[in-house]
């Protein structure tokens, strides 16, 4: 195999875990489409560029991304920061933990967090007696995971959890076009708080780079631009807005959470992701806006932004 042509060195302590991270993480890389094999040899294309922190969850793809995970860090799994997810809040956590560990086939993780905790009444349910939040120390405390947090797509949310003490690391949006608090203030109180951060949604699920509803789903009709029946645009018609790759990391990793979490699932687009934070330079004030302003024009038509508030 040749040598990967990039490599992102460990960067800096995730928040008070003691585990220094990659810059950028390996996001959810599953389809039950593309063979197991494809899929883990993949995976390690990342970790062998130096990625070092890997996410996934039951729910995607039905445990196929736990599996895929767990065989791609079962040969460096002492210098990987594997992150999963319980997908139901309510509902006894160790059955949960159990399930995911053993479609993992590992012993422990290094973080449990609950997943898309977006309300204020499913955080207070999480910390009251007895709740997940507990049952999930309980977890810890037996060996199964180091850490523990919530992802979130909700900033009040968010400030709660950083504020508990309870929260190790979260997760949340950040990119172009996202809610101005996430930045402002999430990623600011995590740092004083010495709470992790682990971010996503990058390229919007795929909508600031291409014309899909969602994680590739395609539009069922083009708000904008003309096509010829072979498919070429018509001249003179206005095209669907995009950003590019670089655009939309050079706007995360100028935002600075300690990881940012990208979707990496094919060879192509790990060189493009891999390219623009190699070539990384932070936007200035006014270059954030500019890109914000063209982030929210390439959104329309694409549905709802479920990671806004």
């Known amino acids: 195999m040749p040598r990967m042509p990039f490599h992102f060195p460990p960067r800096r302590e995730l928040g008070r875990t003691g585990f220094v991270a990659s810059v950028i993480g390996i996001g959810d890389l599953a389809d039950r489409s593309v063979p197991m094999e494809q899929c883990v040899s993949t995976v390690k294309r990342a970790i062998d560029a130096g990625l070092n922190v890997i996410d996934t969850a039951p729910v995607y793809e039905n445990g196929y991304s736990e599996e895929i995970v ?3 860090v079962r040969t460096c799994r002492n210098r990987m920061f594997v992150i999963d997810k319980i997908d139901h809040p309510d509902e006894p956590v160790p059955p949960q933990v159990e399930g995911s ?4 086939a590992l012993e422990a993780v290094d973080l449990f967090v609950f997943h898309g905790v977006s309300t204020e009444e499913t955080w207070k349910r999480l910390v009251a007696a007895g709740g997940g939040m507990e049952q999930l120390g ?10 523990r947090g919530i992802s979130s797509h909700h900033p009040e949310v968010l400030r709660a959890a950083i504020e508990s003490g309870l929260c190790d690391v979260v997760m949340f949006a950040v990119g172009p076009y996202g809610d101005p608090r996430y930045v402002d203030e999430i990623l600011p109180l995590a740092r004083k708080k010495r709470v992790g951060t682990v971010c996503f949604k990058t390229f919007g699920a795929g909508k600031l780079l291409g014309d899909t509803t969602g994680y590739g789903r395609p539009l069922a009709e083009r708000p904008r631009g003309k096509f010829s029946s072979g498919g070429a645009p018509v001249p003179d018609e206005p095209m669907l807005p995009h950003l590019s790759v670089a655009e ?3 706007y995360t990793l100028t935002c600075d959470p300690d990881v940012a979490l990208l979707g990496l699932s094919f060879p192509n687009e790990q060189d493009a992701a891999f390219a623009a934070a190699a070539r990384f330079k932070a ?3 006014e270059e954030l806006a500019e890109v914000r302003r063209r982030a929210e024009t390439a959104m329309q038509g694409k549905g709802d932004a479920w990671w806004n508030p």
């Open 283 to 285: 936007y200035s004030a």
């Open 101 to 104: 560990l053993k479609r993992l």
């Open 138 to 147: 309980g977890c810890v405390s037996a060996g199964k995971a180091r850490f």
């Open 248 to 250: 939309c990391v050079n």
């Open 70 to 72: 767990g065989r791609a």
